[in-house]
């Protein structure tokens, strides 16, 4: 299967990681963009061909991220992306508590961590960029709804499409175009 090749995922790291690099230069944050880039694709790929999205990945990355901005808010005498960052955390965080409870098991926990995720790394950059991360992530999920090889139907029914990646995606997207 393609999307589960080991090729597959080291060239898309590498160009992930190559764009960060060109559009955040050498600054702090591009070490913290990247750590998260690195556990990012191969959590898509996981989620992708197995609809879950392991802790044993998910956890360090959420920590790593929250340690690279802490660091980073330390060295540059600087609080408030720090604090910004935290917000985003809590409230995508919040926001997708919600609506793992409401959608009664479309959300999952490794979605709601994914995105507790995507609020501290695109928080940091600024409320822009979340909202921004999130409506991309939102669209993309719509549109793979609609493409047959990419969703799935669950116990019940319903159709379902991996999120990890949309958030992911989302995510990316936001931090190449703010730079």
Do not use: K, N
């Not at 959420?62 to 330390?74: H, Q």
């Amino acid at each position: 299967m393609l999307a589960g090749s080991w090729w597959l995922g080291a060239a898309l790291t590498a160009a992930v990681l190559g764009l960060l690099a060109w559009r955040v230069g050498a600054r702090g944050e591009l070490v913290v963009y990247g750590f998260v880039a690195v556990l990012a694709v191969p959590l898509a790929v996981i989620d992708w061909c197995e609809h879950r999205l392991p802790r044993a990945l998910v956890y360090p990355q959420l920590a790593g991220a929250c340690v690279g901005f802490t660091v980073l808010s330390i060295v540059r005498s600087e609080a408030a992306p720090g604090v910004r960052a935290l917000g985003a955390l809590v409230a995508v965080g919040a926001l997708f508590l919600v609506l793992a409870v409401v959608s009664d098991g479309g959300v999952g926990a490794g979605d709601l961590s994914v995105a507790a995720v995507i609020g501290v790394v695109t928080g940091w950059s600024g409320w822009p960029e979340v909202a921004g991360a999130l409506l991309v992530a939102s669209v993309l999920a719509l549109i793979l709804l609609a493409v047959p090889s990419a969703r799935r139907r669950d116990e019940r029914g319903g159709l379902v499409v991996p999120f990890g990646p949309c958030l992911f995606v989302g995510a990316f997207i936001m931090l190449t175009l703010g730079g």
